[in-house]
């Protein structure tokens, strides 16, 4: 299996799902629904709709069309975080992978307006998993809702973007970083695999094991991000580098050194093939995205 | 039936869930507890989870216990919509029922933050009126959560607000006015109304009663707020008058003339009793409300 093919190929169906949900872009009032498809056209790697599409198949759901108003929802929930966390009032970004972000161009009301839409409309296609009567059993969907919700509050990614704006500025400490990561990246990390195994029916023992796997790949993901920000190369990330060290924030690397940081990835990798040593073949796409993150430049 | 006694008694009742609820305002992180907790206490009609009790009970609710997730849930979400509604990017108020709004106090960002954190809770909220198993029938709380996230995204209350940011300093007719009313604000109240008595066990002839109902009451409501704006006590009202006509906004009296939009009003009321006309005495309190509307003074 060739990972970068299976993500590609991962991306594009997800994109199709994303467009062929979402109410086009000429509804009305057309600007709000101009604003949600150019935020969410800004491209990324789609890699929560992808992480809870694979979660699902390695616990055994045969088809992954079912899954896709889930694996959408998570993309529209992740597209309002990041819509939000760049206003001015945020984190103040004008860029966001290499395009001007939502605020700079729709203004930044209607790129409030925009985020809040893309959180509401994620639960209103979160109940279509029920629909058409069937697909999936009612209180199955009910506990995705609450699962999801749960995930991205103040107990989880609010959480870490409220942590993340007060620590601007100020000089950060090893836990506080990791609550900033676990919760504002980690959290909705995890709900995508655990969400994506619950329907694809996952047993106690697999949802535990990949709630310890989804752990392991947000730090994963999270140091390697810190990494390519030092190391990167700003043509292929679409934004510039040094970022961090310029806005002085904290990160793995200035924490911890490039040397331990490299080598926490490394062990998050080798403990998540152990985590997932009970799982079939089919949760090959899971091992594979961890070398994947690892070995990315964007 | 004293109706103003019945709304303190019900405001008190769903003042207290409101907070009960709530995570505590010292739960971490606490400042975007605070926040959500500020906003909520600064009062209100608490307008909307009433009328969803009420129009449960209209329809044959025992209790309205049950029926308080519901009743929290839209409050909450109304609650979201007036901290992203005044901040500087959108109407820019600084003052909410004679209180500093939410960015006044806590910054723009918190602000931003508390009200998704709202906006998301209410959706926690909400799965819970599906336990303890069996307190509703999971598939009618699906259809809530349905119903909800559509009435406030763009199609509803989000579209609502879209426009009405569109057409500040801008000449808006009738149509342009009604749109931004019987969305903005309409929206939310047929939602709380119709979802109300969906928990209540409505029959079809019973919603489609009520949601006519709800949109007579959402006229009355948003006409006799600008009468308001033009003849009432800022005292009472807690914010200053004649703000419409000073920020040059298109307002019922201003188009229709105020004679007519009074006559409006009536008609309103009238109407509104001949739909209820098939209810019995439980369904006086939403009677009442109409003329409760008309006469208030804030």
């Known amino acids: 299996m060739n990972i970068d093919e299976y993500l590609q190929q991962r991306a594009s169906i997800v994109e199709e799902a994303l467009f062929r949900f979402l109410p ?7 600007v709000i629904h101009e604003a949600m498809h150019y935020s969410l056209s800004a491209g990324g790697k789609r890699l929560r709709p992808i992480l809870a599409l694979a979660a699902g198949e390695a616990v055994g759901a045969q ?4 899954m896709l108003p889930l694996a959408c929802a998570l993309e529209y929930i992740h597209t309002y975080s990041l819509i939000h966390d760049d206003l001015p009032a945020m984190d103040d970004d004008d860029f966001r992978r290499g395009k001007p972000s939502c ?3 729709f203004g930044e009301g209607i790129a409030i307006l925009a985020g809040d839409a893309l959180l509401t409309y994620s639960f209103e296609l979160l109940t ?3 629909v058409p009567e069937g697909a999936y059993p009612e209180s199955l969907v009910i506990q995705i809702i609450q699962q999801i919700s749960t995930a991205i509050g103040t107990g989880g990614l609010i959480g870490g973007q409220v942590v993340d ?9 090893l836990p506080t970083l990791e ?14 695999i655990l969400t994506g195994a ?6 106690s023992p697999q949802l535990e094991a990949l709630g310890r796997y989804a752990d392991l790949l947000g730090l994963a993901f999270q140091i390697t991000d810190d990494i390519l920000d030092i190391e990167g190369d700003a043509s292929l990330l679409g934004k510039p580098t040094g970022s961090d060290a310029k806005k002085q924030k904290a990160t793995y690397p200035s924490l911890l050194g490039m040397e331990e940081a490299r080598r926490t990835v490394e062990q998050c990798i080798s403990e998540s093939l152990d985590v997932l040593r009970g799982f079939s073949e089919k949760a090959d796409p899971l091992r594979l995205l961890m070398t994947y993150i690892r070995n990315r430049n964007r």
């Open 165 to 173: 704006l007060q620590s601007e500025g100020r000089p950060v400490d």
């Open 24 to 30: 086009e872009a000429t509804a009305f009032p057309p």
């Open 198 to 203: 619950l329907l694809g029916g996952a047993s």
């Open 179 to 192: 609550y900033i990561h676990r919760h504002k990246t980690g959290a909705l990390f995890k709900t995508s």
């Open 128 to 130: 279509k998993l029920a």
């Open 63 to 66: 088809q992954y069309e079912p």
């Open 103 to 105: 605020h700079k161009v």
